[in-house]
């Protein structure tokens, strides 16, 4: 059974930066992506980041792209989301999700932006405000 953990979140000034942890576990494919949501207050869920098993990032909202960076550690079974220079935008609940394929897929497909994932974390609170 996939299980997610995410941590990490806090209040910071705009332009600060904060790093989220999704400690994952459960994996019984060598195939999966995980990857980080958001949802601000009163606006739609949307996918920020994914990273596969292929050590591929992707970064879906090219609001972050060059602030926030996806990267993993498996001998920690763990995968983090650097966030640099926050804006008040970025305000939201950040969740992490997880999909196991059962062969090898292209990157572009395990990363599509999609809600439909086989597990999720409970969230964490990311507040950037001054």
């Known amino acids: 059974q996939l299980q997610l953990v995410e941590s990490g979140g806090g209040l910071v000034q705009p332009g600060g930066s904060l790093k989220l942890s999704c400690q994952f576990s459960?994996?019984?494919?060598?195939?999966?992506?995980i990857v980080w949501f958001r949802q601000a207050p009163g606006k739609e869920r949307e996918q920020v980041a994914c990273?596969?098993?292929?050590?591929?990032?992707?970064y879906n909202l090219n609001s972050v792209k060059g602030r926030f960076i996806i990267s993993r550690d498996n001998a920690k079974n763990m995968v983090y989301l650097q966030m640099m220079n926050l804006k008040p935008e970025d305000t939201g609940v950040y969740y992490c999700a997880a999909e196991e394929f059962g062969g090898r897929e292209l990157v572009h497909n395990m990363c599509a932006m999609k809600d439909e994932r086989d597990a999720w974390g409970q969230g964490t609170q990311v507040t950037v405000s001054s």
């Open positions: 990273i596969t098993s292929y050590d591929s990032p992707i």
């Open positions: 459960g994996f019984t494919l060598g195939y999966y992506a």
